[in-house]
């Protein structure tokens, strides 16, 4: 289980200027173990980590508040999940999937598309930490908020200095600009969007610390595109 009161902590006291939803190309990938995120980049078509490979995955779209429901809810069923050819759970590599939707999702104000990035960031930029996220009177295990925090792309030889940066290939390190003296859930930090597009997608054990440590997409897109040829 995540300690997802102190994400809440965490995130609300850096994002001071929240909307109710900036992040609605996230979808939570709710299963009966721990919660994950994935990104729709087709509208039958979601890019999520390979480690969220769980029985009984539902993907839930828009509002994902209980309380408050606004006609923005969806919850698709996959029909095909395509692991990353060479994923393994011993050797977390390349840990990517994708994920085919028995529909393809009705896109709103709360359900976008996000476009992939076809090049490497710059070291240096500044890009959004999009994820999930508790409200404080969300006492449950799963998460009602999408959340974004700022933060600065490291350059490769500083992520190869990390010791996750260095036993991943393909990986994207993160800075965040506040040391956090405790632990947090990988659901919250999920993804990196770097000029309006999807740069990075968090690996299974990444443990807080002050570096994020992400799949870097770009070198992926042959793969991707290969699989979701349709829309």
Known sequence: MWAHHTVGTFLTAHSSAQKEDHAPY?????????????????????????????PNLKVMLGNFRTRVRDGTEQILNPIQIIRYWNYSHSSPQDDLMLIKLAKPANLNHKVQLLPLATKAVKPGTVCLISGLDWSQDNIGRHPDLRQNLEAPVMSDAECQE????RSHRNSLCVKFVKV?????????????????????IEVGHFMGGDVGIYTDIHKYIPWIEKIAKDK
């Not at 979808?27 to 490979?53: D, E, M, Q, R, T």
């Not at 956090?180 to 990075?200: H, M, P, S």
């Open 26 to 54: 996230l979808v939570y990938l709710k299963s009966h173990f721990n919660p994950c995120v994935g990104v729709l980049i087709k509208s039958s078509w979601v890019l999520a980590p390979a480690h969220c490979y769980l």
């Open 180 to 200: 956090l003296n405790r632990l947090f859930g990988e659901v919250a930090v999920a993804t990196v969007i770097c000029k309006d597009k999807l740069q990075g």
């Open 162 to 165: 990390v010791e996750q940066g």
